[in-house]
């Protein structure tokens, strides 16, 4: 990076404290004015693929990455990719906790989080869970072993990325909407699929898992449900049809996801009232 004070000549005065693992880091820190940019020639000779959570707790801040320019105050927070161009800048009264992050474990959580920078509410709702959390392992950070460090750093990444996404508890119902009809879209195409899980849902559509159960609950079911339901959806329609007359029930359960006949068959009229043979092409 490239730093600017006021006064060059100046000692710098800040303060940073800090935990550190292979995959996690968590720091504290403040200073006199400054600012500090990092550019195309630093990321290629030092890329560090990590993004940052920026959570002030006093003074101001300011990021400015791609056409974004944000005011971070102790009720705001940035997420920010450190692989591209970005200035930042801060008061002489700064006093910010940062969570530094893979880019690999936010890019497996979520599309939209990583093509930030991200300017996450703090004051209430989701956001100030995460600013307490931040806040609370930086300050318990010696009392952890490394495995739980990283084990909490990982379940704050997962409220971050919710966040980044907008799920603040206030996501408008329309975006709810069109997600919910991908994930449903999604499911009923690979509803035969042995290994369809929520993870594989959230992996390919680019959400988290935790935000695919929030909005399938939100409409009335749950990622295993919808599984059941589709898969039970495409057993009667292949047991309907004349082209698969051919195999046997047993072998259209499997086909249709089901490793047990016999839980296949007791879903199966408690679904649609009728029994698989029952629905079978004459």
Do not use: N
């Amino acid at each position: 990076m490239k730093f600017a004070t006021d006064d060059a000549t100046a000692p710098w005065t800040g303060r940073l404290v800090w935990q550190e693992s292979d995959a996690f880091c968590i720091a504290r820190c403040s200073g006199r004015e400054e600012s500090m940019s990092r550019e195309a020639k630093h990321i290629r000779t030092d890329p560090r693929g990590t993004f940052e959570l920026l959570a002030p707790l006093a003074g101001e801040a300011w990021v400015e990455q791609g056409s974004e320019s944000i005011r971070l105050t102790p009720g705001l927070m940035a997420l920010c990719d450190v692989d591209r161009p970005f200035r930042f800048a801060h008061d002489e009264g700064l006093l910010s906790v940062s969570l530094i992050v893979p880019e690999q474990r936010v890019a497996q959580r979520s599309r939209v989080a990583v093509r930030g920078p991200h300017l996450i509410e703090a004051s209430g709702g989701l956001g100030r869970l995460i600013r307490q959390m931040v806040t609370t392992l930086h300050e318990e950070r010696e009392q952890l072993t490394q495995p739980t460090f990283d084990g909490a750093c990982d379940r704050l990444l997962d409220l971050v990325c919710l966040a980044a996404e907008g799920q603040t508890g206030t996501t408008p119902v329309g975006h709810r909407a069109a997600v919910e009809a991908s994930i449903r879209r999604y499911v009923r195409a690979h509803a035969h699929e042995d290994s369809l899980d929520v993870r594989a849902i959230a992996a390919t559509l680019g959400w988290s898992p935790r935000y695919v159960q929030q909005v399938l609950q939100a409409a009335g079911t749950t990622p295993r449900d919808l599984i059941r339901s589709e898969r039970l959806r495409l057993a009667r329609a292949r047991l309907g049809s004349g082209a698969w007359g051919a195999m046997s029930i047993a072998q259209i359960a499997a086909s249709c996801g089901f490793s047990s006949h016999s839980a296949f068959s007791t879903a199966f009229r408690a679904e649609f009232g009728m029994t698989p043979s029952e629905a079978r092409h004459p």
